[in-house]
Nanobody, 118 residues
């Protein structure tokens, strides 16, 4: 019922910045949280940042102070501004949406590759 499409990934140098975007469509009225996860080869998918419908944000310790999550509700879009990028940030970044309530549901985008390398 919910489709998530990421964009903005690419290759950046260490210390550089990049902004990835995620546009949601479909049955979006009941989404109460969106965010970003990432997965590197050989590792599990981990939470990077979450923003709720109330505007509350949460970040992984590894990105605090460097990444900022924001949303444009009118456009059903969530953003992740990444600064001071490190090679360790290299991963596929996945957009995430959550529907709470009696039957919680999670939705995922297809992922966008972010590579930090000199």
């Amino acid at each position: 019922q919910v489709q998530l499409v990421e964009s903005g990934g690419g290759l950046v140098q260490p210390g550089g910045s990049l902004r990835v975007s995620c546009a949601a469509s479909g049955s979006i009225s009941t989404i109460n949280a969106m965010g970003w996860f990432r997965q590197s080869p050989g590792k599990q998918r981990d939470m990077v940042a979450i923003i709720t419908q109330l505007g509350t944000t949460k970040y992984a310790d590894s990105v605090k102070g460097r990444f900022t999550i924001s949303s444009d509700d009118a456009k059903n879009t969530v953003f992740l501004q990444m600064s001071s990028l490190k090679p360790e940030d290299t991963a596929v970044y996945y957009c995430y949406a959550h529907k709470g309530g009696l039957s919680p549901l999670d939705y995922w985008g297809q992922g966008t590759q972010v590579t930090v390398s000199s």
